[in-house]
């Protein structure tokens, strides 16, 4: 395979998976191997997954790239304690993961966490010298009645309350609208998608003044192959978060050649 940069930026290229309740340790050890030979192609991009947390300890031995993380789907705020069936940052530090997602939809819908749990996760995450992926999004109500800014902005302004800003190169912001994720969604436009990001990266700079020009916001929200390029063309995403349609290496090489040959075209 060749090697390939994108060409039109010196910031990274961000692309990860979420694998959800998805996958035993052998798939997602062979699913390493793959990322590594993907790694080796595409220096310029920061490729990351996030598999299930019986996955993760089996993954310590296999050595890979600084542009492979590997990540949890979510974690407690307290180190240890009566938490039954929950997961530490120390214990994701001592598997070796490099990164945890926090604030996911589902976690949101199912698991009831609220803003104020998703701050005390992540600035627990940030005191194990984790990197950070949050989400964010609204439901299809709140864009109903027109509250998709004031949802994003107490989302961003809660989970990211107290984050103190030298640790900004641990952050990264997910912008995944609750109505185009998963089975059964509704895709999203560009169009729906780019006043979104704008306004995310508008509260990022109120928070953080200029270094937060510097967060990458991804989109994720039934991402694949086929409706990739108009994301990347037409939004200012950093990235894209997907799902289903990254699950195997083939449909997540794919949605990744997409994504890239589609940012090439945007500056050359
Ligand atoms: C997700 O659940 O975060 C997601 C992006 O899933 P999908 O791509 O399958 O919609």
């Excluded at 299809?140 to 961003?156: I, K």
């Excluded at 200029?210 to 929200?221: D, H, K, M, S």
Aim: net charge negative; aromatic share 10%.
């Amino acid at each position: 395979m060749m090697s390939c940069t994108p060409s039109h930026s010196s910031r990274p290229f961000y692309f990860g998976s979420n694998f959800k309740m998805h996958k035993t340790t052998a798939e997602v050890r062979a699913f390493v191997a793959f990322l590594k030979e993907t790694a080796a192609v595409y220096p310029g991009v920061q490729l990351f997954i996030l598999p299930p947390f019986t996955t993760l300890g089996g993954l310590v031995d296999i050595p890979r790239p600084a542009n492979v993380w590997i990540g949890a789907q979510d974690m407690h705020w307290a180190d240890s304690g009566a938490y039954t069936g929950a997961i530490s940052a120390p214990m994701l530090r001592d598997v070796g993961a490099d990164l945890v997602m926090v604030g996911h939809a589902e976690r949101r819908v199912l698991f009831y966490d609220t803003d104020q749990d998703l701050n005390k996760k992540i600035l627990n995450a940030l005191r194990h010298d984790l990197r950070v992926l949050l989400c964010v999004g609204e439901t299809a109500e709140q864009r109903g009645y027109g509250t998709t800014e004031e949802t994003l902005a107490t989302q961003l302004r809660i989970d990211l309350h107290g984050f103190d800003p030298r640790a900004l190169d641990r952050l990264m912001i997910a912008y995944e609208p609750v109505w185009a994720i998963g089975e059964g969604s509704q895709e999203a436009t560009p169009a729906e998608i780019e006043p979104a990001v704008q306004f995310i990266r508008g509260r990022l700079v109120a928070l953080f003044g200029e270094a937060g020009q510097t967060i990458p916001i991804l989109y994720g929200g039934s991402v694949n192959a086929q409706n990739c390029m108009p994301y990347i063309h037409s939004t200012s995403v950093d990235g894209l978060f997907v799902g289903r349609a990254a699950w195997q290496p083939e449909g997540f090489l794919s949605v990744l050649k997409a994504a890239l040959s589609a940012r090439q075209t945007v500056t050359s």
